[in-house]
């Protein structure tokens, strides 16, 4: 399809579990994004990337969060050691850096509940 | 500390009526602001945006109205239908552009019909 792709959509772990997840952008769209909705709360940014330049990281909330973007394109969040309060809906979103109009696209989102 | 804040979590008007959705923020930094809407089991969608040199964007039945002074902005969907009825956020960055948006926790409109 032609929007943001991500997966998996529904993940459920157990406390201590690394998980990743996979975000596929539009194709042709330099930069890309990572949020998270948590029960109740508005989206909180997490970290962003754009093109070749070295990613803003300071959305995420600790060393247990990394992520990585290969070749431009395709993104994986990794969460080391989950704990309950991981659990939320985890979006990615990708954009033309310099389109006025500031429009990210997001993706369906991937929902890890950690048990 | 909340710096993108919408204090009504739900809102419900009638089928034809006026919703009128508000926003207000902290940050004097942000200097451009956008409104998503989301379906539930759905990534947010971007509706509408406006920069800190205007004070209003139309487009169509939306309409996004920015008071620096009040640090406050709101979205008018005129007329409200069914299907507007989602979860709406509020939006802002700094810089004016996309990187890293400051979301609000959202309002809930239902459309009544």
């Known amino acids: 399809g032609a929007g943001v792709s991500q997966s998996p959509s529904n993940k459920v772990t157990e406390k201590g579990k690394d998980v990743e997840l996979r975000c596929d952008p539009i194709?042709?769209?330099?930069?890309l994004y990572w949020y998270r909705q948590s029960l109740g709360q508005g989206l909180e940014f997490l970290i962003y990337?754009?093109?070749?330049?070295?990613?803003?990281k300071s959305g995420l909330p600790s060393d247990r969060f990394s992520a990585e973007r290969t070749g431009g394109s395709v993104s994986t969040l990794t969460i080391q050691r989950t704990q309950q309060e991981d659990s939320a809906v985890y979006l990615c979103?990708?954009?033309?850096?310099?389109?006025?109009?500031?429009?990210?696209?997001f993706g369906e989102g991937s929902r890890l509940t950690v048990l | 500390d909340q710096q993108v804040k919408q204090n009504s979590p739900s809102l419900s008007v009638q089928e034809g009526r006026i919703s009128i959705l508000n926003c207000d923020y902290t940050?004097?930094?942000?200097?451009?602001f956008l409104w998503y809407k989301k379906y539930p089991a759905e990534g947010p969608t971007f509706l509408i945006s406006i920069s800190s040199i205007k004070d209003k964007n139309e487009d169509g039945r939306f309409t996004v109205f920015l008071n620096k002074s009040a640090k406050h902005l709101s979205l008018h969907i005129v007329p409200s239908q069914p299907g507007d009825s989602a979860v709406y956020f509020c939006a802002a960055s700094e810089g004016g552009s996309n990187y890293k948006l400051t979301f609000g926790k959202g309002t809930l409109l239902t459309v009544n019909p």
């Open positions: 979103a990708s954009s033309l850096v310099n389109r006025g109009t500031g429009e990210l696209f």
């Open positions: 990337f754009q093109g070749n330049s070295a990613p803003d």
């Open positions: 194709s042709g769209h330099t930069a």
């Open positions: 940050n004097s930094m942000f200097d451009y």
